[in-house]
């Protein structure tokens, strides 16, 4: 499964900006895809999870702002982010799970909120 992340940039906060993903290969086995993201000095986070039946999980920072979607006959997902926080800038990695484990990383796109 090949992943390809695009849509980070520089955005004001209370901006937004849409990420998609882009996945292809042996994407049958996916039961779920994801947005992880990591600032400098954190730990790598779950941001928001979307299973091949459409539930939807996210952490509670971003719970009300962003929204993760998936269009299926495009194999994308995507992660709609409203109401941006200096504390969201990150590096986005989109992902996929085929059981538990994140088995399948995208390249990561950047996102920078200035205040």
């Known amino acids: 499964v090949q992943l390809q992340a695009s849509g980070g940039g520089l955005v004001q906060a209370g901006g937004s900006l849409r990420l998609s993903c882009a996945a292809s290969?042996?994407?049958?086995?996916?039961?779920?895809m994801g947005w992880h993201r990591q600032a400098p000095g954190k730990q790598r986070e779950l941001v928001a999870t979307i299973t091949s039946s459409g539930s939807t999980v996210y952490v509670d920072s971003v719970k009300g702002r962003f929204t993760i979607s998936r269009d299926n006959a495009k194999n994308t997902v995507f992660l709609q982010m409203n109401s941006l926080k200096p504390e969201d800038t990150a590096v986005y990695y989109c992902?996929?799970?085929?059981?538990?484990?994140?088995?399948?990383w995208g390249q990561g796109t950047q996102v920078t909120v200035s205040s």
């Open positions: 992902t996929a799970r085929r059981v538990i484990i994140w088995d399948y």
């Open positions: 290969g042996s994407i049958g086995s996916i039961a779920a």
